[in-house]
């Protein structure tokens, strides 16, 4: 296989554990990091390759919440997890997030904003020995829709996100540590983010690993219409990360990480379909 990177044969899942005082229901600060874990750890059981750890809101309009306060939420996890022998990634926009996780066992550095939003991010990564992936990302999610401007949305895309892997090269990351994430409802309206998606082979065919979000994100819910519930944004996150495998994505990072698996080892059963030769007879005694 061509490529930078450990390039596996079949597309990895992520798991998202959000350690967000939200996203956990009973609240305060040990029972989230308790609940956090246990997340984790169920979706690594239920076949995650990595399980991807952040401690700050990048949905369209949030709040950033200080570094303090996420390395408070994201540590312990990070810890947990990793002592546990799970791979883990930190999700995060700040080097020092980025650099205390490390220390505590992350694997990856998972910048949605590509070292844009922390000059120093590039650099810390570098000394750090981590990969890194390198999202697609134009600005702060609170405003992020005014900069959905493009010629050709994939195109510009691709362009972008080599400029910023070409920085990465130029702070000392190696091709081989480097992920490129497209950003998947990042500066991109519903109908960008299928023309991103659609173009994956394309992206793909940039040598570098991709890694592709699409889970519960509002361009499925738009899609979905009167339809759209947890249940259905699962169903059709599963769809797209499996289509996405089909493209040749390294990894998908996903909520559900059950469904995913079930999606994922179909597109991994017909691709082994699709190199086995189709000899006559077979199709005879069919
Ligand atoms: N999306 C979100 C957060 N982190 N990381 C990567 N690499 N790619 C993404 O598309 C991505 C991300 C926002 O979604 P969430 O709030 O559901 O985690």
Redesign the pocket.
């Known amino acids: 296989m061509n490529g930078f990177g450990d390039t596996a044969a079949r597309t990895l899942i ?1 798991g ?1 554990v ?1 350690v967000t005082p939200d996203s956990f229901s009973d609240g305060g600060r040990f029972a989230t990091t308790a609940a956090a874990i246990a997340q984790g750890m169920l979706l690594a059981s239920q076949g995650a390759d990595w399980i ?1 750890v ?1 401690g700050e ?3 369209p309009g ?1 709040e950033r919440v200080g570094p303090d306060v996420e390395l408070a939420r994201v540590l312990p996890v990070v810890r947990a997890l990793a002592a546990a022998g799970i791979a883990v990634s930190i ?1 995060t926009l700040n080097a020092s997030t980025a650099l205390r996780a490390v220390e505590a066992g992350a694997r990856l550095v ?3 904003s590509a070292g844009l939003a922390d000059p120093a991010m590039l650099a810390a990564v570098a000394d750090s020995g981590a990969e890194i ?1 390198l ?1 697609h990302w134009r600005g702060p999610s609170s405003d992020m829709y005014a900069r959905a401007q493009y010629d050709d949305v994939a195109g510009d895309v691709v362009t972008e996100l080599r400029a910023r892997a070409d920085a990465a090269l130029a702070a000392g990351i190696d091709a081989s540590r480097i ?1 490129l ?6 500066a991109k309206d519903a109908a960008q983010n299928w023309q991103v998606l659609a173009a994956l082979p394309f992206i793909v065919s940039s040598g570098y690993r991709v ?7 509002k361009f499925l819910g738009t899609m979905l219409g009167d339809r759209d519930n947890l249940a259905t944004r699962d169903l059709a996150t599963a769809m797209t990360s499996g289509l996405a495998a089909q493209s040749g994505v390294w990894g998908v ?1 996903v ?1 559900d990480v059950a469904a995913t698996r079930v999606a994922l080892d179909v597109a991994t059963a017909w691709q082994s379909g699709a190199r086995t030769p189709h000899a006559k007879e077979n199709h005879d005694q069919a």
């Open positions: 992520m998202i959000n991807d952040g809101s990048t949905r949030a999700d998972n910048d949605v992936a999202g992920v994430d497209p950003g998947i409802g990042f890694l592709i979000g699409t889970s519960r994100k990072r909520h």
